[in-house]
């Protein structure tokens, strides 16, 4: 590749810039990436897809959950973008600067946010609306001071094309948004999620082929499911910017509760800074489920 598409290059990148205005001498970058500098540095947040059902069925908004977040600690928020009013219009800059100050005056970080886009579809102009779709959001984002947008592959029967055809234009269109993203400081943060995209393998291709230190990984550990999934996010933890850290991932096919103490010793051998978004998925109440998987998250940070 041209450039190493991973989140300590760019990082070290951000560093190189002089400092002079400042008077401060300029950060050495003798150091082969930011993490070797610094190691790792973990923050919580939480998706809120964790409360879908509650929201798609308007008993909640998202003001809720970030009462929700500082009631628990959460250092952040990741608000998907289906659960802004109007979406998938972007919101009113009314909407967003009051998100935004209910979010600071909470002490609550917003992480990242995310659309839904298919760019498996066979028909370039459904792409092309995807593609214009992303950069209002992107938009949005940088409103928010939102430093990544998720978005996907997709998920279309891509009948009368080969998946090499449908890599090629993926590629073309992930490009497009990542050179929209670096206008705006807002990385694009493509989610292996179990659709086109399904193994490591299909992760490193992807990103060697948009080749642009704008595009970043949102790790879905509940995504790997056709060989072991922690040496599939070892393989792939280079590239990730943040995360859907979730209760279950697939072992032999089957939906096995996650070893966090195995996926943290990971994360932090890897030297990742960052966010850790949880989502958590299935039947049950969230404002249960979700403070006993913050529990035992914590506790498997300390033993690690």
Request: with cysteine; charged share 25%.
């Amino acid at each position: 590749m041209k450039t190493i598409n991973t989140r300590r290059n760019f990082m070290k990148s951000l560093m190189a810039v002089p400092i002079f205005a400042s008077g401060i001498s300029p950060i050495s970058t003798t150091t082969d990436s930011v993490s070797e500098k610094f190691g790792y540095k973990l923050k919580t947040s939480l998706n809120v897809y964790s409360f879908n059902s509650l929201l798609r069925e308007g008993k909640i908004d998202l003001f809720d959950v970030l009462d929700f977040c500082a009631k628990y600690n959460f250092d952040a928020i990741d608000p998907t973008g289906y659960y802004f009013p109007e979406y998938p219009k972007v919101p009113t800059n009314t909407y967003i600067n009051q998100f935004k100050r209910k979010a600071f005056l909470l002490g609550l970080d917003i992480s990242g946010t995310g659309v839904r886009n298919d760019f498996t579809a066979t028909d370039p102009t459904e792409r092309k609306a995807d593609i214009l779709m992303i950069k209002e959001w992107i938009k949005a984002a940088a409103k928010l001071g939102i430093p990544n947008i998720r978005i996907f592959a997709g998920k279309t029967e891509h009948k009368g094309f080969s998946r090499d055809e449908v890599f090629k234009w993926m590629a073309k269109d992930i490009k497009s948004c990542c050179k929209f993203g670096k206008e705006y400081g807002v990385i694009i943060a493509i989610q292996n999620h179990n659709d086109f995209i399904k193994t490591a393998v299909d992760v490193d291709r992807i990103f060697e082929m948009v080749d642009s230190e704008w595009l970043g990984l949102n790790l879905d550990i509940g995504s790997y499911r056709q060989y072991d999934p922690y040496k599939e996010i070892e393989q792939n933890i280079k590239y990730a910017v943040t995360w859907q850290i979730k209760e279950n991932v697939w072992i032999d096919g089957k939906e096995t509760p996650t070893n966090f103490s195995k996926l943290f010793k990971i994360i932090k051998n890897s030297d990742y800074r960052g966010y850790l978004p949880i989502e958590t998925l299935g039947a049950g109440d969230p404002y249960k489920k979700i403070p006993l998987m913050l529990k035992k998250i914590n506790e498997a940070l300390q033993i690690v």
